[in-house]
């Protein structure tokens, strides 16, 4: 007697808009007529109208968005009042980390840039001095947060204008920045989006063939305020100290510290708040210097985080690295990607700003696969698409001059991953803490250039150099005398003072 096991697999309710249309225009042949009825793309609910109090009805759709991920799209019409409202809910996890966005509008086509904006996301136009706190979700476009502002600021002006006149003035001057900034107004362009949601599932789309610096994405670790608000905090027994595995503690110090064993200290997890531990490995790179391995693994939520970190001195000069890839061999060199390198193919389209991947070390080939693997996953939204069919209803919100541009540059991207495609790599790290194999060290590489170059006051300023105060800065004794004196002296007269006030 035999048993089969038989694998169900679980309908895709996130389907991408095409394919759910794909699936309504197709009928099977002979069907009757309960399956020729036309099926229901939304779910229909009734609900109470929270304006007149009588019944509506609210529609759901579930579906991917391309560069995003999983939405839950909510619409509810009131028959009764004509009452409507929709709203936009992010249907995936609350993600590891925060997310910043930075979106550089250079002309009027810019503003038809899809934009995600969660119930907990921030958003500013530094130049217009507007920024609009977090509120339900949106998905819309650059001019559709701008006109949701003005229609906001306009719907009152007719009263204000008769209640409350000075504010009337500097309201319509605003409105008309505003009006003015739609229209494309003379000396209106470039100004800047900015996005910030702590839960990481906002997003602005991006389109290949930006040039570095239109469009940056940082993510960051959340603070206990941040998770707090988000409702991550540590519910459990926080007063139980978690004894880290391995060596640590009074051990760890009684003893010499060791470079080629694996360090562990406690630490807290950045997403739930509770203790975990952090593994650390000195790794030392021929020809380059010592670098940090850390990962961090949380046993209860399930979070996980590598970075690498370079020690040693900061280097008084940035480096750039250039490499032309000639074939597999190339490939296979070990790359060291700090979080302050930015990584730029020119022939291949492909333009990495610093803080995109984080800190990496890898091959080149696992450097580009990374890339590839995660871009497509985000644009063409079905994680199954293969055919050229399938991408299409994967992307079907995207118009065809766009999903002609990304398959072009997906096939580079391939071709170049696999060998088939030369081209060069240019790295460029302003703290000088990246690292590209030479294969001919101790001489030089005829492949490869390696150069050094000043960095620039912006670039100081970004990563705090020029607030680094490394000689000069302790206290002259006499300093320190006239300091105490002084603060002597005040506390003389305020103890003056108050028995002044008791005595009268």
């Not at 504010?167 to 000396?187: S, W």
Request: with cysteine; charged share 30%.
């Amino acid at each position: 007697m035999t048993t089969e096991n038989t694998a169900v697999k679980s309908p895709d309710m996130f389907q991408p808009i095409g394919q759910a249309v794909e699936t309504i225009d197709t009928v099977p042949e002979g069907a009757g007529p309960e399956i020729e009825s036309e099926p229901q793309v939304v779910d229909n609910i009734d609900s109470l109208c929270m304006n007149c109090e009588e019944q509506g009805v609210t529609r759901l759709f579930l579906t991917r968005i391309p560069f995003f991920k999983e939405v839950v799209l909510m619409s509810f019409e009131c028959p009764h009042c004509g009452y409507r409202n929709s709203e936009i809910q992010s249907a995936g996890q609350i993600q590891e980390r925060g997310c910043q966005y930075v979106f550089k509008v250079t002309n009027k086509s810019d503003l038809n840039r899809q934009v995600v904006k969660s119930e907990t996301c921030t958003s500013s136009f530094p130049e217009l001095s507007l920024e609009i706190p977090a509120q339900r979700g949106h998905l819309t476009t650059i001019e559709g947060l701008l006109t949701n502002v003005l229609e906001d600021l306009s719907s009152d002006q007719p009263v204000r204008q008769h209640t409350d006149p000075e504010n009337y003035q500097k309201l319509e001057a605003f409105c008309d920045r505003i009006r003015n900034t739609l229209a494309g107004g003379e000396g209106v362009f470039p100004f800047h989006l900015k996005l910030d949601d702590p839960a990481g599932n906002s997003w602005v789309e991006p389109q290949p063939g930006d040039p570095r610096g239109k469009w940056v994405r940082t993510d960051y670790v959340r603070t206990r305020e941040q998770n707090e608000a988000l409702a991550l905090t540590d519910t459990g027994d926080s007063g139980v100290e978690r004894i880290p595995a391995g060596r640590g503690g009074e051990e760890q110090g009684e003893k010499d510290f060791r470079h080629t064993e694996v360090h562990t200290f406690p630490a807290t997890c950045p997403s739930c708040v509770r203790p975990c531990n952090t593994y650390m490995k000195f790794v030392d790179i021929p020809h380059f210097k010592e670098v940090v391995i850390m990962s961090t693994v949380c046993d209860d939520c399930g979070y996980k985080s590598n970075e690498v970190k370079t020690g040693g001195a900061v280097p008084e000069k940035g480096i750039r690295i250039t490499l032309q890839v000639q074939d597999e061999e190339d490939l296979a060199r070990d790359i060291l990607k700090s979080e302050t390198c930015a990584l730029t193919c020119p022939e291949l389209n492909l333009d990495l700003t610093p803080g995109t991947l984080g800190g990496r070390f890898t091959t080149l080939e696992g450097l580009l696969s990374q890339v590839h693997d995660d871009l497509h996953s985000r644009i063409f939204t079905s994680p199954s698409s293969t055919s050229t069919h399938e991408i299409d209803l994967a992307s079907d919100s995207l118009d065809a001059e766009s999903r002609k541009r990304w398959r072009k540059f997906f096939e580079g991207l391939s071709e170049a991953k696999e060998g088939k495609r030369r081209f060069t790599l240019i790295m460029e790290d302003p703290m000088g803490a990246s690292y590209l194999q030479n294969l001919y060290a101790p001489d030089p590489d005829p492949g490869m250039t390696v150069e050094e170059y000043e960095r620039t006051e912006e670039q100081e300023e970004e990563l705090g150099l020029r607030d680094m105060k490394t000689e000069g800065y302790e206290v002259k004794k006499d300093e320190g005398d006239k300091l105490l004196e002084a603060f002597k002296e005040g506390e003389r007269k305020v103890g003056q003072e108050a028995k002044e006030v008791t005595t009268a």
